[in-house]
């Protein structure tokens, strides 16, 4: 529960950094909610749902890829929450359970997660910049989120 919540505000917060500000005017009545429109997470497989049980230490980063661009490949150490700011992001997973293994496209707005411990790959095979937000859920003391394979 205090993982989902934690994420939630994390998620919330950067949604609000990355929307335009308005002027705001005081009003007689702020106690009240005004004007609100929330959107749920959707993910390529439905709702977003996830549940870790342990302390957690959250860290992230925004990417964006070029037209033809690509992480390389990777694997994320800890779960990892995925949400696609702008474009196409396509993820080619070489393994995992039905729905995980192989090429998963995710639009602007969508979002996933990726459990940790399967080797993958982004690219944006588009002709327009990908821009996206990870979110890393580890707990304090756990290594670097991210393993890349030795260079061969």
Known sequence: MVIRLSLGLVVALVLALLAPADAQQPTADTKAAKGVKARNLVTSLGGFSATVNAPILLTGQTIELEPGGHTGRLQFRVPTFVYVIEGILTTEYETGPVGIAGAQYHA??????????????????????????????????????????DAE
């Open 108 to 149: 602007a707005g969508q979002s996933y997660m990726d459990n940790g411990g399967w080797w993958h790959n982004a690219f944006n095979r588009t002709d327009k910049p990908v821009k996206y937000l990870i979110l890393h859920v580890g707990y304090p003391g756990r290594p670097d989120p991210i393993v890349r394979p």
